[in-house]
């Protein structure tokens, strides 16, 4: 059940510029012990088995991010997760449009007013280990941007690490 903090690789499609400049950014690496998994299943693997208490509490994030004028994503989607065969860059995977996907790692995120975030997939090939490598870039584009990171990087942070550690621990991934 082993989660580390780590470098977004430089294999990542993140675009390292948009890295360096982030006002937040995070990896997570855990040991893939399904390395003949595709991207998507792994996408899902942690995605797609979020605790309800965990989904309610994305579901109130998002009515009171609507009532600022937000896009965000609907019950259904948080609720309901849906795997299809197929993606392309546009299609949502889960709750977010996909920005990058290929073989290894898929990109997917949220542009809004307050800011934009990328949210990477990747499956990491490091010696004779293959790891999944979950990053999050968040681009800032004014205080509402910094005033909502500063209340949901604790939640982020915890969030992602239970995802992944149960992801393990079902031996999903």
Same mark, same amino acid.
């Given at each position: ?5 780590? #470098?977004?690789?430089? !294999?990542?499609?993140?675009?390292? #510029?948009?890295?360096? !400049?982030?006002?937040?950014?995070? !990896? ?7 390395? #003949? ?28 991010? @609507?009532?600022?004028?937000? +896009? ?7 609720? =309901?997760?849906?795997?299809?065969? +197929?993606?392309?860059?546009?299609? &949502? ?9 290929? +073989?290894? +790692?898929?990109?997917?995120? =949220?542009?809004? @007013?307050?800011? #934009? ?5 990747? @499956?990491? @090939? ?8 979950? !990053? ?9 941007? &910094? %005033?909502?990171?500063?209340? %949901? ?17 079902? &031996?999903?991934?």
């Amino acid at each position: 059940m082993h989660v580390v903090e780590c #470098d977004v690789p430089p !294999s990542s499609a993140l675009d390292r #510029d948009a890295v360096r !400049s982030a006002y937040f950014h995070d !990896s997570y690496r855990a040991a893939l012990t399904r390395p #003949d998994a595709g991207i998507v299943d792994i996408f899902f693997a942690l995605f797609g088995h979020t605790p309800l208490w965990m989904k309610a509490i994305l579901v109130v994030r998002n009515v009171i991010a @609507k009532l600022f004028g937000l +896009e965000a994503p609907t019950v259904g989607e948080i609720m =309901r997760p849906t795997a299809r065969r +197929e993606y392309r860059v546009g299609d &949502k995977v889960g709750p977010w449009p996909i920005y990058f996907i290929a +073989e290894h +790692e898929i990109v997917a995120g =949220r542009n809004n @007013k307050h800011l #934009d975030f990328r949210l990477s997939v990747l @499956k990491a @090939k490091e010696g004779d280990a293959t790891n999944v490598v979950v !990053s999050t870039l968040c681009t800032v584009h004014n205080a509402y941007g &910094k %005033i909502y990171l500063f209340f %949901i990087v604790p939640f982020h942070r915890a969030g992602v690490r239970i995802l992944m550690s149960n992801a393990v621990a079902a &031996k999903r991934l």
